[in-house]
T-cell receptor, first 117, second 110 residues
Framework: QVQLVESGGGLVQPGGSLRLSCAASGFTFSDYTMHWVRQAPGKGLEWVAV????????YYADSVKGRFTITRDNSKNTLYLQMNSLRTEDAAVYYC??????????WGQGTTATVSS | QTVVTQEPSFSVSPGGTVTLTCGLS?????????PSWYQQTPGQAPRTLIY???SRSSGVPDRFSGSILGNKAALTITGAQADDESNYYC??????????FGGGTKLTVL
């Protein structure tokens, strides 16, 4: 079945880095644009970044631009989010999601990034 | 910076009908924004309900419907059930690869 599984979350100090992964299965990963979406504790959902099916085009929310990098490895059916210069306000559950007509039609269960000293 | 607006909270009686809206701080929402809607209960991943304004995602019951009402996107739930009590989020595609979530609406069924 179609599935997305995130990993890589954990505890990091402010200013540190974290790399999240999202393993896709059950569909042709290389055909789809992919998103990262996050949710801070007790807050709403926030769109973070998107990458085109071939990895050539990437776009970011202003809140993470210049600090986060979205990439993908279609040979491994895996999406990544490299998060640098982390701030306390980046603490959140991070979801990967598949794009469908500029919406997100398949979601992972999320991985939690905690940023604290 | 464009803000996507949603009602913070709404309540509906069981069996009733409710319409949640999704607007812009400046301007009108049209189909060109590809509005989509998501349901989320605490501790769970979001579930996609509606994409491209009015298309239901697979497995979503037809009591959920999407539309444009005036200058906003709308999600209508007819025959509300207890397990519809959730947070509902809309997303608008702003172009240039950028999507923006609304702040969400907490729906209470009572």
């Amino acid at each position: 079945q179609v599935q997305l599984v995130e990993s890589g979350g954990g505890l990091v100090q402010p200013g540190g880095s974290l790399r999240l992964s999202c393993a896709a299965s059950g569909f042709t990963f290389s055909d789809y644009t992919m998103h990262w979406v996050r949710q801070a504790p007790g807050k709403g959902l926030e769109w973070v970044a998107v990458v085109s099916h071939d990895g050539r085009n990437t776009y970011y929310a202003d809140s993470v631009k210049g600090r986060f990098t979205i990439t993908r490895d279609n040979s491994k059916n895996t999406l990544y989010l490299q998060m640098n210069s982390l701030r306390t306000e980046d603490a959140a559950v991070y979801y990967c999601a598949r794009d469908f007509y500029h919406s997100m039609d398949v979601w992972g269960q999320g991985t939690t990034a905690t940023v604290s000293s | 910076q464009t803000v996507v607006t949603q009602e913070p909270s709404f309540s509906v009686s069981p069996g009733g009908t409710v319409t949640l809206t999704c607007g812009l701080s400046s301007g009108s929402v049209s189909t060109n924004y590809y509005p989509s809607w998501y349901q989320q209960t605490p501790g769970q991943a979001p579930r996609t309900l509606i994409y491209s304004t009015d298309s239901r995602s697979s497995g979503v019951p037809d009591r959920f419907s999407g539309s444009i009402l005036g200058n906003k996107a709308a999600l209508t739930i007819t025959g509300a059930q207890a397990d519809d009590e959730s947070n509902y989020y809309c997303v608008l595609y702003m172009g240039g690869g950028i999507s923006v979530f609304g702040g969400g609406t907490k729906l209470t069924v009572l």
